[in-house]
Structures are given as structure tokens and as C-alpha cells.
């Protein structure tokens, strides 16, 4: 069978889409004062409103799978079209010019997890999971962090013991996005407890309903509950269930953290889908020929721009196949570090009318924005973390010194 020429497909994904949902607005008619005046990075959302908006972004995904637009790039196997990432950019692009459902519970499911359960899942997990995950008929979520290890990854200690065809996991994790709207989570747990730290982990695809498996959310300054701590008492996994060979989970988790600073690192610069509201409200305070406001907003866009067009470097490599490496780290540290400039710009604007709610349009909400970005700080690793990243494998400084990776984990000083 002759393969659809770009020009066809984007023919047949613009009649899809003019067919399922409405155009977007122009970003041009945006007026200071009218509207929702909503700027967030975390929602606070209720728990049944956040699974509605769930469910909307999962019918969303359903019907442009069932239209061949689900996984454009995917194998044909687990119901992709096996087309090239061109013809993914082509859709993108055409899609973000309509309204559709938020889709960001997909972030963590189709960004990090399924690409780790096709690079390491068993056969059975593969034709089980791909599928209604590309599909929208399950969202995923990562079970990595735990109380006591966070940029330490390989420092967990949630246990996975072998019984027969099963494992049988119990521990902790925490920050767990997503977990209480996700039916399965990739989750990396100790195998053996008698290795280095990074040689005895291994990672698994976990029931979110099992039996075993308690949620409880967290609740974060902005106000919401996004995240969660995820219990785990004897949950019992099938060991075709296993990402990777056992004690190979520390490449398993690789996988994923590489996605995720693509899923992180790859949007755009920072900040910069809210450069039109700045710019309005520069000028509704008629700030716009004040020097010391012009210099800091030009800073601002300056810096989005250099780091949207790093970034755009480092997509490139990923779309030509090679594994997104260190500069995915820089990718990461630049837009988090461009969203707090934004947030200190606008402090610096608004003022007290920042943080004292006087009903005025477009102030007080600002703060759930600010309130948010320091999470961006911390999440897919944290600034500090990227700088050593950055400092070991771009600039060949010395490794850090603070991570025993020889001793055996159950030697090692907790
Ligand atoms: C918004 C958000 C969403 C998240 N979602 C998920 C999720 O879905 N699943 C999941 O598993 N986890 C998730 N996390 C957890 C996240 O991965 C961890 O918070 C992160 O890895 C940092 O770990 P920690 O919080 O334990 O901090 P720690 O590792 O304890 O760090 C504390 C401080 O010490 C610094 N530090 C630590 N080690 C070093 C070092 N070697 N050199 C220099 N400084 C260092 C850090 O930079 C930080 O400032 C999320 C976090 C956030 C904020």
C-alpha cells in the first residue's frame, strides 16, 4: 500500500478537524479586562471537576485515534500509522489552532511512561497498554519519588520481592501526579538490596486499582491537590507486568527521565504563551515607556527566544532519532529559570495588588502563577540538579562527589 503524501494527510487532518472542533479565537483579540483573567501553572480544581476535564481530554483523544490521528507515529501494531515525526509535527500544528480539551493528564502517560513501556515492556504489556493509552482509554502516571529519595532516584526503597509468576511491591512514594485520575502507573522498586544502589532496581507497570494501592492526595500553596502520596501494601504485580530485566530498572527509569525532560524542556523557552496578557498589562498600567519596565520585559523576551531556539536544537536531534542528552537538562533549567523572570517582572508591575485581592481584573491571579512556578524549580529534576548535570557531561567538570554508587544499597549510611 503507497503511503499518504504530507500534503494528503494534512488535507485529511483539517477536514477531521474542522469536523470535530471549533477554531481557536486569535490570540490578537485579547483585551485587558475581558474574559477569565485565570494565569496557573497547577489548577485548583476540584477533584470531580478535574476528572470531567479528564474524561473530556480522554473522548478528545479517542475520537481523533479512531480517526488515525492517535498515534500518528506510532507501530502499526499497537494501532499507530508508522509515519514519520513530520507528518506528528504537521498534525500539531493544525491542532493547536482549534479548542480542544486540555490535554496535559497526557504529559506524564504518553510522554515518559508509554515510550518506556515500548522500549522495555514484555510483549503482553505492549498489546495490552499501547494501544488505550494512545487510545484515552487509560492515563499513567510515574511512582519514582518517595520520601527519602528525590534527585537521589536510585536511593528508593520500595521493595519488589519475587513470588513465583509475581512480585510482591510495598513501600512509599510521593509527588505523584496525576496517580488519583491514572488506572496504571510505571512504578521503579529494590530487587536487591545487596547491590550498589543503581544495580538492584527494577521497574514495573502496576494496577492503580489493585488491591494494596492507597492514594491520598497532597495539597500544594497554590490551593489544589495535583499530587498525591501513593501507599503500596503487598500489591501483587505479574512478572510479564516487568519493565526491563530484573536489577535493570535503573536504565528503565533513564528512559523515562530522558522523555520527560523532552516533555519538560521541550515547551517552548518559558513563559512565553503569556507574553501578550504582560505586554496588555504593561501598557494598561501605562507603564510601556517607563525605561526600567521596557528594559526588564525586552530581558524577559530576550531570554525566551535564546532558550526557544536551544531548545528547538535539541528537538531537532530528537526527531532524528538520537536520545535526548544533557542539553534537555539545559532545556529544562532555562525555561523554568525564564518563568520565574516572568513572575518577578509581573511582582515588580502589579505590586501589593499581587497579593491582596482587591477584585481588580488580571491581578490577584497572577499569584496562583507565581505561587507555582517554584514547583517547575523542582519537578523532572531540580536546578541544581540540571547545573551538575550540565557541569559533568557539557562543561567535563569532576562528578559529584556526594553519590556512593559502589557500596551495596543496604550497606549504605540512611
Ligand atoms: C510539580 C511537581 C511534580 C512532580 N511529579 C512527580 C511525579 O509525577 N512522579 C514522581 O515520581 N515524582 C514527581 N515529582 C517529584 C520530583 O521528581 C522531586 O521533587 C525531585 O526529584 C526532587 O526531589 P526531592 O523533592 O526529594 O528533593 P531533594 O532531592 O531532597 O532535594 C532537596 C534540595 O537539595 C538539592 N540537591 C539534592 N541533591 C543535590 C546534589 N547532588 N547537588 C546539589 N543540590 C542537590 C535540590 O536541588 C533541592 O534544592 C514532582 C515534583 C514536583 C515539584
Given at each position: 500500500m503507497s503511503q499518504v503524501t504530507l500534503e494528503q494527510f494534512q488535507s485529511e487532518a483539517l477536514a477531521f478537524l474542522e469536523a470535530s472542533a471549533p477554531r481557536k479565537e486569535e490570540e490578537k483579540k485579547f483585551v485587558w479586562g475581558e474574559g477569565s483573567d485565570k494565569v496557573a501553572m497547577f489548577e485548583d480544581k476540584e477533584r470531580t471537576k478535574e476528572q470531567a476535564d479528564v474524561d473530556r481530554a480522554c473522548a478528545w483523544r479517542r475520537r481523533k485515534f479512531d480517526a488515525g490521528f492517535g498515534y500518528i507515529s506510532g507501530p502499526e501494531a499497537f494501532g499507530g500509522r508508522g509515519l514519520s515525526g513530520a507528518y506528528q509535527r504537521a498534525f500539531d500544528s493544525l491542532e493547536s489552532k482549534f479548542d480542544i480539551?486540555?490535554?496535559?493528564?497526557?504529559t506524564i502517560g504518553l510522554g515518559m511512561v508509554a515510550p518506556t513501556i515500548l522500549a522495555h515492556g514484555s510483549d503482553s504489556a505492549r498489546d495490552l497498554y499501547m494501544r488505550r493509552l494512545y487510545r484515552g482509554d487509560i492515563v499513567a502516571c510515574q511512582l519514582f519519588s518517595e520520601p527519602g529519595a528525590?534527585?537521589?532516584?536510585?536511593?528508593?526503597?520500595t521493595k519488589a520481592e519475587r513470588d513465583g509468576d509475581e512480585w510482591v511491591i510495598t513501600g512509599q512514594k510521593v509527588w505523584t501526579s496525576g496517580a488519583h485520575y491514572s488506572q496504571i502507573g510505571e512504578i521503579i522498586a529494590r530487587t536487591d538490596p545487596s547491590q550498589p544502589k543503581h544495580k538492584g532496581l527494577t521497574g514495573f507497570i502496576v494496577d492503580m486499582n489493585a488491591p494494596g494501592v492507597e492514594i491520598r492526595p497532597l495539597r500544594q500553596m497554590t490551593g489544589g491537590a495535583s499530587f498525591n502520596e501513593v501507599f503500596f501494601t503487598e500489591v501483587r504485580v505479574s512478572?510479564?507486568?516487568?519493565?526491563?530485566?530484573?536489577?535493570?530498572?535503573w536504565n528503565v527509569a533513564l528512559t523515562t527521565l530522558m522523555n520527560e525532560r523532552a516533555a519538560i524542556g521541550g515547551g517552548g523557552g518559558g513563559g512565553g504563551g503569556f507574553f501578550t496578557r504582560v505586554i496588555e498589562m504593561v501598557k494598561h498600567y501605562g507603564l510601556d515607556s517607563d525605561p526600567v519596565v521596557r528594559d526588564e520585559l525586552a530581558k524577559i523576551i530576550i531570554h525566551n527566544k535564546v532558550a526557544s531556539y536551544n531548545n528547538q536544537r535539541a528537538l531537532d536531534k530528537i526527531k532524528s532519532g538520537q536520545m535526548p542528552g544533557p542539553e534537555m537538562s539545559m532545556a529544562k533549567l532555562a525555561g523554568t529559570n525564564n518563568m520565574i523572570r516572568l513572575g518577578n517582572f509581573v511582582s515588580m508591575v502589579l505590586g501589593p495588588k499581587l497579593v491582596a485581592d482587591s477584585g481588580e481584573w488580571g491581578t490577584y491571579a497572577w499569584s496562583q502563577l507565581i505561587l507555582g512556578t517554584p514547583g517547575g524549580r523542582i519537578a523532572g529534576g531540580s536546578d541544581e540538579v540540571m547545573r551538575n548535570i550540565v557541569g559533568e557531561r557539557v562543561l567535563g567538570l569532576p562528578k559529584d562527589a556526594g553519590i556512593d554508587s559502589k557500596s551495596p544499597f543496604n550497606e549504605l549510611k540512611k
Open positions: 480539551p486540555n490535554q496535559s493528564c497526557f528525590g534527585s537521589d532516584l536510585a536511593g528508593l526503597s512478572d510479564d507486568h516487568r519493565l526491563g530485566d530484573v536489577n535493570n530498572g
